[in-house]
């Protein structure tokens, strides 16, 4: 597990769990305007042989998490959120380059993702780490029909973070 200090708690980054889906969902309610529902994380964790998640928990809770599909020779980040309470503290990065390098064990070279074309800080984060925007999906968000920016990155071993040896099967 990667630890940090942040606040007075101890942070890791771990499997998420079937036991973490109300921290999750928290997070997930407090981050986005349509929020995933309980079912879309569990089919996640337990349906989708491709799909592999991690939490951020500070021992008391969870704080932010993060997902990735992992299809043949590439990784499609499916989201990451931090809770608002925790923002500014480069959670979110340490969440994608966790992301990042539980892909690079695997062999897997690049990366995707789509972000609302307003997001400016999150682009701003996908930008640091390598993403280049590449393309526009027009209204693919349902709640307000605002388009995404397709992103891709190849990964290299700048991005990896130590991470605990489970995290990376």
């Not at 940090?4 to 980054?13: G, V």
């Not at 997930?28 to 998640?53: C, G, I, M």
């Not at 700048?158 to 489970?166: A, F, K, Q, T, W």
Request: one cysteine or more.
């Amino acid at each position: 597990m990667t630890n940090l200090e942040l606040s007075a708690h101890p942070l890791k980054i771990r499997k998420m769990t079937l036991s973490d889906l109300d921290g999750v969902l928290e997070v997930e309610h407090r981050s986005f305007t349509a929020p995933w529902s309980r079912q879309a994380f569990l089919r996640e964790l337990v349906d989708n042989q491709f799909a592999r998640y991690i939490v951020a928990d500070d021992v008391s809770r969870v704080i932010g998490y993060a997902g990735v599909w992992l299809i043949l020779d590439e990784g499609h980040v499916t989201n990451i959120a931090v809770d608002p309470d925790y923002r500014g503290q480069h959670l979110g990065e340490l969440l994608l380059r966790s992301l990042m390098t539980i892909c690079l064990a695997r062999g897997i070279k690049r990366m995707t993702l789509e972000v609302r074309v307003s997001n400016h800080v999150a682009k701003a984060l996908y930008e640091k780490l390598g993403f280049v925007g590449v393309g526009v999906r027009k209204g693919y968000y349902t709640d307000n029909r605002e388009d995404a920016l397709i992103m891709w990155t190849d990964l290299v071993d700048e991005h990896r973070v130590e991470l605990d040896g489970g995290l990376l099967r």
